[in-house]
């Protein structure tokens, strides 16, 4: 029997890759920290009640806590997507997310070499490491010229992932959106605002391209990885392999709130690419197909969000 750890699974995706892999009748265990730094706990604690899932307390930071649960637990793979994740955040806080993506993914290499040596570990990237590398974005062809600090901690993740001699294998997904979503990001944000009537910052003018994946193309992409055996050390995209301008993003978000969004146009953000764009050929040949249009994926997230919010 496989016994499947998520790192960071009262999060967006992490919370959602749990409930499919429970209600797919999988033995499977969360971990995450419930900390403040992007948005409120309250949040994830809603995500953890709302899907019945289990999510011990544990920091990725403290070592000793970390030994205890690879030891107690002995996965056979962990999912790890626990990590500061904000990429226009992070600049300023490069110490706290060095701590955080890099120390803290390093405590769970060095617990997994003590405890579960054979155990796979399937952890997330993210397309901000091919900035600066030529459209559409190929494994492989990455610059290593990430723009901001997030980037680099996942940039450097990607290497102590590959030298740690585990068996591990990385995702690189690119811009997920969808339930129970990030409200420091721009779908939760521009929905947030517009109801409310209040200004949303449109960077670079609002000429920019993003490769929008509903997270239920993600949750596929994963277990594409999970159902298969990938080598260890290969790294793949999760991406849907369609850019949507950021104004037609915007556009459709008026039309599901019915109101005209206040857009407050800026300058490009020196954290930001101006377009993301996957190549997701090689997740393809495990069986990826992702179904989920941008149309699609923003009514779902408008349904939830109305829902969620109704009566809070
Ligand atoms: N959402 C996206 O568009 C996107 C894109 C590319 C990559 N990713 C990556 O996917 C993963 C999941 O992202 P998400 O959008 O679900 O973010 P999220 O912030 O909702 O989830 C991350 C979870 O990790 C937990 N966590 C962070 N530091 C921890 C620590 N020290 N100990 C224990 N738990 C900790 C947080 O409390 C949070 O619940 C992250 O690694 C992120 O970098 C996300």
């Known amino acids: 029997m496989r016994k499947y750890l998520v790192t960071g699974a009262a999060g967006f995706i992490g919370s ?80 706290q997310y060095h701590a955080n993506n890099i120390d803290g993914t390093q405590n769970l290499i060095d617990a997994c070499k003590r405890h579960a040596p054979d155990a796979r570990i399937v952890y997330a990237s993210t397309s901000c490491v091919f900035a600066g590398s030529e459209l559409p974005w190929t494994e492989g062809k990455e610059t290593g010229k990430q723009l901001n600090p997030y980037g680099w901690t996942k940039w450097a993740n990607e290497c102590q992932m590959q030298g740690s001699g585990l068996h591990t294998v990385g995702l690189r997904f690119f811009t997920v959106y ?57 790294i793949f995209n999760i991406g849907r392999g369609a850019p949507v301008q950021l104004m037609d993003f915007i556009s459709e978000i008026e039309k599901n709130t019915g109101k005209s969004a206040i857009k407050l146009m800026a300058p490009q953000h020196p954290a930001d690419t101006l377009e993301t764009f996957s190549n997701t050929s090689k997740l393809e040949t495990l069986g990826y197909h992702p179904t989920t249009n941008i149309e699609d994926g923003i009514r779902n997230f408008y349904k939830w969000y109305m829902e969620y919010n109704s009566g809070r």
């Open 16 to 95: 959602q890759l749990c409930n499919r892999l429970k209600r797919e009748g999988h033995w499977v265990i969360g971990m995450d920290n419930y900390n403040d730094h992007l948005y409120s706990p309250t949040l994830k604690h809603h995500r953890v009640e709302h899907f019945g899932i289990d999510v011990l307390n544990v920091d990725l930071r403290n070592e000793e806590e970390m030994d205890n649960l690879i030891d107690g637990i002995n996965p056979t793979d962990i999912i790890h997507l626990a990590a500061h994740a904000g990429v226009r955040d992070s600049f300023g806080k490069e110490k």
């Open 178 to 234: 969808g339930p129970w979503g990030r409200p420091d990001m721009a779908l939760f944000d521009f929905t947030k605002n517009i109801l409310a009537e209040k200004p949303i910052t449109v960077y670079n003018y609002g000429d920019m391209k993003r490769d929008f994946t509903y997270v239920e193309d993600i949750l596929d992409g994963i277990e594409c990885v999970l159902n298969n055996d990938v080598d260890a050390g290969e």
